[in-house]
């Protein structure tokens, strides 16, 4: 029975659909800013590759050169650094200390994924309450447009009843049943009936 809930509740569960749903948005976003990067990339690329040819080759050689025998000179000092420094004992403190560090390191970065994921989540799921508002007041209105504007139902109560009548709440569920447009559930809510067969 706990395997049957586990699959209904993550089968039910709409998170990962807004999730998507919010990452779609976010792309859907970030492509409207590509049309003006492109037109900064060409209004730039000239001075770019004007700066790039007036550049002297041999300059860049001796930049390049002069850095490498930094490189080196700092990789040697470091090196002898480290050998005289090299102590067993503290070795292994140290690759304890990495190890303890490094699962601190990955529990932070699991906590910051699952706040994006919520985030994007969330941002998902205002988007698909916008979607579905847009799209309910476009139904609404094309509704009003082909029928005409709703006329409100009365109901009398002056009217004499039978004697074998009911009153009180059995009377109200037919004008409740007139108006299934007004009820707004979420569709990604649904339950799957019970192997019992409810």
Do not use: C
């Amino acid at each position: 029975m706990a395997i049957t809930d586990d699959l209904r509740k993550t089968l039910s569960d709409p998170t990962p659909l807004y999730f998507a749903a919010g990452t779609a948005d976010l792309a859907l976003q970030q492509a409207k800013k590509v049309p003006a990067l492109v037109e900064q990339l060409r209004a730039e690329a000239p001075a770019r590759i004007d700066a790039v040819r007036n550049t002297d080759p041999k300059a860049v050689q001796e930049k390049a050169a002069a850095r490498a025998k930094e490189a080196q000179a700092t990789l040697q000092t470091k090196v002898g650094e480290f050998i005289g420094a090299l102590d067993v004992k503290k070795l292994g403190e140290t690759a304890q200390d990495l190890a303890l560090r490094g699962v601190g390191v990955a529990a932070e970065y699991a906590v910051k994924a699952r706040e994006t994921y919520e985030k994007v989540a969330e941002h998902g799921e205002q988007a698909v309450k916008t979607w579905r508002g847009e799209a309910a007041e476009e139904i609404e209105d094309l509704a009003i447009a082909v029928e005409g504007k709703p006329e409100p139902v009365e109901v009398h109560d002056d009217e004499p009843k039978p004697a074998g009548a009911k009153t009180g709440p059995a009377e109200e569920k037919p004008a409740a049943k007139k108006a299934p447009a007004a009820r707004k559930a979420p569709a990604a809510k649904k339950t799957t009936p019970s192997a019992k067969g409810e």
